[in-house]
């Protein structure tokens, strides 16, 4: 057998053996995927596609089999209901408050913890604690405190008469103040360990050149803490459009609808209305606007990136 024979026959026997190792890998990784891809088929995947069919039917809970095409029927009636537009509304004036307080309160508790001083990991453990309770108990004990008789109604009981709870004007910033309370610590992780990432050195020279707080917030804290702003911004903007535990258990949409989110008004039509077709086309609307915001982020981000 000449050289160049065994060459070829080496060269064609390192390609099978790549070739085998690349399937082997390939079907491995299949394998471990099978569990979530099955998860997300029936958890996910399903249930979108169900409430998509479901959203161009007149469904009927008891018989669905009898249930009536309508098309876009629901789209049309949601255009010309004036509860989706209170509903919506609502939604947005919350996240049109909670977003702004979140970012702020999580980046002065981020900057005022980020020196290692006396009792401060005892105060990160505080301020992150409340978000890992349930919403049934933070709503639980903020109603308590907003109650007619609560602390939380004794100091700020100047404000207005009875409990905020009741009150038009003074519910929803309630829920507002109940909802920066219980999540703006997890926030705070996130930005004091982007603080954390910022090179003291660039404080040190920015001492040396005469910059003041106010200069070095602007010129190094800021830029070197974009992606963890741009971060909490966009996700807690998508979290607080999906509001429901809150108003849900603290005022029950209340009073008067003041309160009623997106979210809620979706369960009123679905699991006490029955009307899971028009409840399927605003799951289906407000899916629109996530995706949406999905978008913003996308953009931003890759703005930022460039």
Known sequence: ?????????????RWERMFERSTRETIMGLVFAIPYL????????????????????????????????????????????????????????????????????????????????????????????PYVLTVSVVAIVWSQMFAQSGIGTHFLGWLFEGSPLNSKFWAMPAIVITTVWWQAGFYFAVLLAARQNVPERLYEAARLDGAGPWRMFRDITLPHMKNALLFVVIASTIFQFQVFGQPFLMTDGGPVGETETLVVYLYELGFRARELGFGAAVGYTLLAILVGVSILNYVLVGTNNE
């Open 38 to 129: 099955v998860l997300f088929a029936a958890f996910l995947l399903f249930p979108l596609l169900k409430g998509l069919y479901m959203s161009l039917f007149e469904w009927n809970f008891l018989n669905p089999s009898e249930s009536t095409f309508i098309g876009l029927d629901n789209y049309a009636r949601l255009v010309n209901d004036p509860a989706f537009w209170n509903a919506l509304w609502n939604t947005l004036e919350f996240v049109a408050l909670t977003v702004p307080l979140i970012v702020v309160v999580s980046l002065v508790l981020a900057l005022g913890l980020n020196k290692e001083l006396k009792g401060s990991r005892l105060l990160q453990f505080v301020y992150f604690s």
């Open 1 to 13: 057998m000449d050289t160049n024979t065994l060459t070829s026959s080496q060269t064609s026997t």
